[in-house]
């Protein structure tokens, strides 16, 4: 969700990658949560950590407390950020939980791009 969200609110302007260290399917309610958005995630695939070995970012932004822990260090030393989000799929309040995760998701990022808009400008 994040993935798709951070590209959705930039207009494609931010490159984004998503990935785990025990990816599972995507769920059914983030593809139906993120549908009511606009922002379609049938094409969408979880993918783990790995696929990104070697890979340059200027930031990282892990949602896990799990994956912070285990995140592998990316080439150039990119911006270290850490939301702590729960696993709304660990949680029994099923669509609304996921629905609560993507309204903190876009309120982050929403943050995030006044954030790297404001670095770009200054540098």
Do not use: N
């Not at 407390?65 to 949680?91: L, N, Q, T, Y």
């Amino acid at each position: 969700m994040a993935e798709a969200l951070l590209r959705d609110r930039s207009g494609g302007t931010v490159r984004a990658a998503s990935a785990g260290s025990r990816p599972k399917p995507i769920h059914p309610y983030a593809v139906s949560v993120m549908a009511a958005r606009g922002i379609d995630l049938s094409g969408a695939r979880s993918k783990h950590l790995d696929e990104f070995s070697g890979q340059r970012f200027d930031d990282v932004i892990t949602l896990c407390d799990r994956v912070k822990e285990v995140c592998p260090e990316f080439p150039g030393h990119p911006r270290p950020v850490h939301w702590s989000i729960p696993d709304p799929a660990a949680d029994p309040d099923g669509q609304l939980a996921v629905e609560r995760v993507a309204d903190d998701l876009d309120r982050r990022i929403g943050f995030l791009l006044h954030t790297l808009t404001a670095v770009k400008e200054s540098s």
